[in-house]
């Protein structure tokens, strides 16, 4: 065959196809690659046959065809297949496949069968996983499954990832063309804006109709009446097409439907008429269809023709599953008892060697365990102390390290003089998922800067490290078992459950990620056999959620215990983020320059960070050591303080100046910090700091680069900003014009207006994040004032625009600055010259990466680069 006739063998009968010119190109050089899904959830029906004969078009076409037997898929669509009945459904449909494909006279040579979990719990899938989990906003991702995914009342988290899973298969199946029903066209095109963003190709889509079933609807496994059933018998064939309906008043019916998309297609392979038991044959469907309208052919005739057709088909499939191992494997995959049995929960993770710690009672450990929490331990945490308690630890690394984990170090301090194991975790991977705050290539070099500089602190203040392990997150969560609890997990937990537990404590809870990050939290804990878990206070609602959660993946939730955690050292928005905290690793003469600014109204307790620093970080530090302040004689001279409460009462009645306590904490602050900061200037850990702190890019050599008064155009005099489309609406008198309000962080939004109509569709415009081009002078379109520009990548063969993307993070108002040109922007563009814009965008293109550059130089916001979703090499205008 050529490349047309191979084309037009693919196409045919198919709904819709995106990406052809993409396969076009492929057939010239070498056989297409197609994957068709199936997920292993009720059993197959005679519908299959509908892709059966399309997988029969690509086969005839030489094309290498993959049937991707979707096990996780199966049971992340809301449990249709519970985990104990995978592996025999997954067997059961490779076996009934190839029966079908068989009985249509299908040869199997360049077909092929692959398990979904033989790859999607691997490390690298894994990871991927994560990563777009992060990019991917909970509305886009529960849009493209919304035809797919069962929409129940209260749904559950695995509805979410089905559509991202799903998406990556293309590229793990290493194929150039997906193929499924038209249902699946949102996971297809979802499939295509994502995946560029990993570097990874788009892929084609080939698209079947869905073939109505019997009862009109779509036919469906949990439909008895509406599916025939591939082992069902002739019997059986015969009542439920002869129930059904088949009316030339409606010649769209699901009988018709039927002939169309799997009896015409089989028997046009096998070089048949399709024929009546009145003799009447017919060679395309068309025509039967004409003469069923005009009442030549009545359906009682065709239904006939069905049924016979039919049984002859599957009696081939009957035959084989005659096998005594294919009917005990039918037994296994779909037992008659819908009871499914379930493993026990362990009734405890840790140890039940009795514990006994030398010189110290029962209520001496409990005292320990308990004291400096911000909130009161639970009872059961002294049932916990008769037993060997494992502490686990868990250190977001979304910044840089502040001196208020001196706090929780005190903390810890405390566990190991109760008797505790302690596990210090690095939560890498989360900090990712929280907002994108650690860029991926970053997480794990951060994390192993954390845990590096906390061994040091421990080890100035004379801690012991004998009974502490120190772990990251990827260590653990990129591995098998602990993909397969977090899939299971969210099979079983309902969005709104991790919604309300993550919305106050996570930077963006709008992202896909915000739902995986309670559910790791309650996995740690598993996977790391602890029995307690301490942690910042902000994440207690995140521990009533795994109290709730864990047990339903078997897991046996930890006793909570809740860290104070330092407030800002400034009453009022900080100028930089640097301001706002004391550094673990601070230079003497900033904690100095900090803690003079800081907030400290005399007699104020109700909000006083520089009494918080004391309550929190030198109080449990000084451990039975008292609080000193220094002070002259003539302002009362030195006091000491054995408990906070009494300092607090002290500064409460003005009997305390802020500047004595002030000058008292940056003492205790410079000797708890300076032999930290002697270790942390070794050359080791200078490298370990560039690698999780990497610098900015190098700017260009020789002088920063800014706006001059001549002419020459420097992309600093751009003042591009990050915008969201707040609201947008068809121009009045303009077609192809939207006319958009546009948030870039300013008092009130801007009336923009952009040709975008041919380009965009409007309900893609509504709360989409864009970049605005903000100093250009206001211009009149049509009647309205537009106050800036979105810029777009665009390209005029064939006519595509596409409005840049600022990276995950980014929010209104951030600046928008290309590499090495950060000078300050011009007020307003000169523009007075007809092509002074089109000159000053000369140098703006999309690059092979999909990223925004100018002459090579990266546009990006402090989150990240721009990037457009499919235009490579594309000007920007």
Not at 136 to 146: I, L, R, Y
Not at 157 to 163: E, K
Request: aromatic share 8%; hydrophobic share 40%.
């Amino acid at each position: 065959m050529n490349t047309e006739e191979k084309l037009r063998l693919i196409s045919r009968r198919l709904d819709e196809v995106i990406g052809e010119d993409r396969i076009v190109t492929i057939l010239k050089e070498r056989p297409l690659k197609i994957y068709w899904g199936t997920a292993t959830t009720g059993k197959p029906h005679v519908a299959y046959f509908v892709p059966m004969t399309k997988i029969a078009d690509f086969l005839k076409a030489g094309c290498e065809v993959t049937i991707l037997l979707a096990d996780l898929h199966a049971y992340l669509d809301n449990m249709k297949a519970p985990w104990e009945l995978i592996k025999f459904r997954t067997q059961y449909y490779e076996a009934v496949i190839k029966a079908m494909l068989t009985a249509i006279g299908v040869s199997l040579e360049r077909l092929h069968f692959v398990q979904g979990t033989s790859y999607q719990l691997g490390r690298k899938f894994t990871e991927d996983v994560y990563k777009l989990s992060a990019m991917v906003t909970e509305h886009d991702a529960k849009k493209a499954g919304a035809e797919v995914v069962k929409q129940i009342e209260a749904p559950s988290q695995s509805g979410l990832l089905y559509p991202g899973l799903q998406a990556l298969d293309e590229e793990y199946l290493k194929v150039d063309a997906q193929f499924g029903g038209v249902d699946q066209r949102k996971i297809f095109t979802y499939a295509e804006k994502y995946l560029p963003k990993f570097g990874y190709q788009k892929r084609s889509h080939l698209m079947n109709p869905m073939v109505p079933g019997l009862t009109g609807g779509k036919m469906s496994s949990s439909e008895i009446d509406s599916k025939i059933d591939l082992l069902d018998s002739a019997e059986t064939v015969q009542w439920k097409l002869s129930g059904a309906a088949c009316d030339p008043s409606s010649p769209d019916n699901g009988v018709m439907a039927f002939v169309n998309y799997v009896v015409f297609p089989i028997l046009e392979n096998q070089s048949k008429p399709f024929e009546l038991s009145s003799g009447q044959k017919y060679t395309s469907f068309e025509t039967l269809k004409a003469d069923f309208i005009d009442g030549k052919v009545i359906g009682d005739d065709i239904k006939k023709a069905i049924i016979k057709f039919l049984n002859v088909l599957l009696d081939h499939i009957r035959k084989k599953f005659e096998a005594p191992e294919l009917q005990e494997l039918a037994k296994m995959a779909y037992p008659v008892c819908s009871e499914v049995s379930h493993s026990t929960p362990p009734v405890c993770n840790a140890s039940t060697k009795q514990l006994t710690v030398e010189g110290l009672s029962l209520n001496d450990r409990l005292h320990l365990m308990s004291r400096n929490l911000a909130q009161s331990p639970p009872t059961t945490l002294n049932t916990s102390l008769n037993h060997s308690p494992h502490v686990l630890w868990t250190v977001p690394v979304t910044g840089r390290p502040s001196v208020g984990l001196l706090g929780h170090i005190a903390k810890i301090r405390d566990f190991l003089a109760a008797g505790c194991q302690v596990t210090v975790l690095a939560s890498d991977i989360l900090s990712h998922l929280d907002g994108c705050q650690v860029p991926w290539e970053v997480t794990m070099h951060r994390a192993k800067y954390y845990l590096e500089l906390i061994k040091d602190t421990m080890s100035t203040n004379n801690i012991p490290l004998q009974n502490v392990q120190f772990v990251k997150g990827s260590d653990f969560q990129l591995n098998e078992n602990y993909a397969l609890d977090l899939y299971r997990m969210t099979a079983l937990v309902t969005c709104k459950d991790s919604n309300d537990a993550v919305s106050a404590v996570l930077r963006d809870p709008n992202l896909l990620s915000a739902h995986l990050y309670p559910d790791m939290m309650a996995l740690n804990e598993k996977h790391l056999q602890a029995n307690i878990h301490f942690c910042g206070v902000r994440y207690v609602p995140v521990f009533e959620f795994i109290k709730k959660s864990l047990p339903l993946v078997d897991g046996v939730p930890c006793i909570h215990l809740a860290g104070a955690e330092m407030p800002s050292l400034l009453n009022r928005a900080p100028l930089t983020p640097e301001e706002d905290f004391i550094d673990l690793t601070e230079q003497e003469s900033q904690i100095k320059k900090k803690i003079k600014s800081a907030f400290c109204e005399e007699g104020n307790i109700s909000f006083n960070p520089v009494l918080s620093l004391v309550k929190i970080v030198i109080m449990p530090i000084l451990g039975e050591e008292r609080f000193r302040v220094t002070r002259s004689e003539e302002n009362g001279g030195d006091i000491e303080f054995e408990s906070f409460e009494t300092l607090e009462e002290v500064f409460s009645q003005k009997n305390l100046h802020p500047g004595d306590l002030k000058n008292s904490v940056l003492e205790y602050l410079k000797k708890f910090i300076h032999p930290i900061r002697k270790v942390a200037d070794s050359p080791n850990m200078k490298k370990m700091l560039n690698l999780a702190y990497p610098p900015p890019p190098k700017k260009t050599k020789g002088p920063q680069k800014t706006a001059s008064n001549n002419d020459e155009f420097v992309p600093s005099k751009f003042n591009m900003r990050v915008g969201k489309i707040i609201e947008v609406s068809r121009h009045p008198d303009a077609e192809s014009l939207y006319v958009e309000k546009i948030d870039i962080g300013e008092d009130e939004p801007r009336t923009i207006v952009s040709g975008l109509v041919k380009f965009v569709p409007i309900t893609e415009m509504q709360e989409r994040m864009v970049v605005v081009l903000a100093n250009l002078k206001p211009a009149t379109m049509r009647g309205i004032k537009s106050a800036g520009m979105v810029l777009c990548a665009s390209v005029s063969d064939p006519a595509a625009v596409e409005p840049l993307q600022p990276a995950p993070g980014s929010k209104p108002g951030d600046r928008v600055t290309v590499e090495g040109y950060e000078g300050e922007p011009d007020p307003v563009l000169n523009t007075k010259k007809s092509d002074a814009l089109t000159k000053m965008l000369e140098g703006f293109t999309t690059n092979k990466s999909l990223i925004a550059t100018w002459n090579n130089n990266i546009l990006s916001t402090s989150s990240g680069p721009l990037t457009t979703a499919s235009l490579k090499d594309a000007p920007i205008k």
